[in-house]
């Protein structure tokens, strides 16, 4: 049965979608041989990951320094749990320490035509992205670390301190908006970007300003980096990552008094995608309401890191203590039982972030 998505949902790792993952690279100078036989390695070992369906590895017919490796997925969840893991993380290093540069992108599979696909998407594992969705060419993503205790009052000094970076990339990607929150000792950095994320991502790692930041917090951060050595600083930034799942939205524009929030839902061992996914369900059904609150939604999910921001109209404080947005006791009770920590009356509960700053970007002239 398809399902039908709210038109105001413009991402969804939970539509039973196939993925095509793409990787572009460009390798150092006489590295291919070497990327070659890390790329064998890769192949085998991720043959019995669940959902894989298959991969192709191409070399560039005009240049032999670029590369594209592309593979199939039954589904969006499947690949996060493999891209997130720290397996992955141990399985690509040697194929990063042959490039320069490398650029992931992901893809939903909407159709499929020719004579290779005239079998039904589902004898392949998985299925067709039911519709095509609408969104405003915004990408969001966030980065998650936690730093050491006691250091909490200082790092939250250091991040809110800071000068912007310039928002303008290039001619097609731009800096929109970065919103930065703390709960306890985790940071989590949401950013929005109009265009390429990585270009963005590189570009705003560039500035003096930004730079300065990162290396006063690396004192009190519980996981060592070295971000002046580039494969640290991958493997830093790729543990960091907290992709977003899923976004929902109310179509035109925000009123003035909206305000930004986020919420830490604390998953028990495993439970990180159950919560992710129940979430995600909630969102759609208050899509639906025209008295809700919520403006937009983005649910972030990295193992059993669960981080929803919000955009809500007016104040909302008080409506954090019931869990917000979770209609019914039933559905507070199927979150419960997916929430670590010690409970309350009603059982464990998601924690409001403290916000540190929340900045966007100037208007476009």
Not at 17 to 42: C, I, K, N, T
Not at 260 to 268: E, M, S
């Amino acid at each position: 049965m398809t399902t039908t998505l709210s038109t105001r949902v413009s991402q969804s790792a939970f539509d039973g979608s196939m993925l095509r993952v793409v990787l572009l690279m460009d390798l150092h100078e006489g590295a291919q041989q070497r990327f070659f036989e890390a790329y064998e390695q890769l192949r085998h070992d991720i043959a019995s990951v669940p959902g894989h369906l298959g991969d192709q590895l191409c070399q560039s017919f005009a240049n032999p320094s670029q590369w594209l490796i592309t593979s199939e997925w039954a589904s969006a969840p499947q690949y996060l749990a493999w891209v997130n893991s720290e397996a992955h993380a141990e399985q690509v290093r040697p194929l990063g320490a042959c490039a320069r540069a490398m650029r992931p992108l992901t893809f939903t599979v909407l159709r499929e035509t020719g004579k290779r696909y005239e079998a039904p998407a589902t004898a392949l594992g998985g299925r067709l992205q039911p519709s095509p969705r609408l969104g405003a060419g915004i990408v969001r993503h966030a980065l998650t670390f936690t730093v050491k205790p006691g250091s909490e009052g200082r790092v939250a000094e250091i991040l809110s301190s800071y000068s912007s970076p310039a928002a303008r990339v290039d001619d097609h990607t731009r800096l929109c908006r970065t919103s930065l929150f703390m709960h306890g000792n985790r940071v989590v950095r949401a950013v929005e970007v109009q265009g390429d994320l990585t270009a963005a991502l590189r570009h705003v790692s560039e500035q003096p300003e930004v730079r300065a930041v990162e290396q006063a917090i690396n004192p009190y951060l519980e996981q060592d980096r070295d971000l002046g050595d580039p494969e640290s600083a991958r493997m830093f930034f790729m543990r960091a990552a907290l992709p977003a799942v899923h976004h929902v939205a109310e179509q035109g524009e925000q009123p003035e008094e909206v305000r930004r929030h986020a919420l830490f839902y604390p998953a028990k061992p495993g439970c990180g995608p159950l919560v992710a996914r129940f979430l995600a369900r909630q969102d759609e059904a208050a899509a639906k309401l025209p008295t809700s609150p919520v403006l937009s939604s983005t649910v972030f999910q990295r193992d059993d890191v669960v981080v929803r921001l919000l955009d809500v109209r007016g104040p909302a404080e008080a409506r954090f203590a019931a869990g917000f947005g979770i209609d019914g006791t039933r559905g507070a009770a199927v979150l419960h039982r997916l929430l670590a920590g010690a409970p309350s009356v009603a059982g464990p509960a998601p924690h409001p972030m403290d916000l540190i700053t929340d900045r966007r970007a100037p208007a476009q002239s």
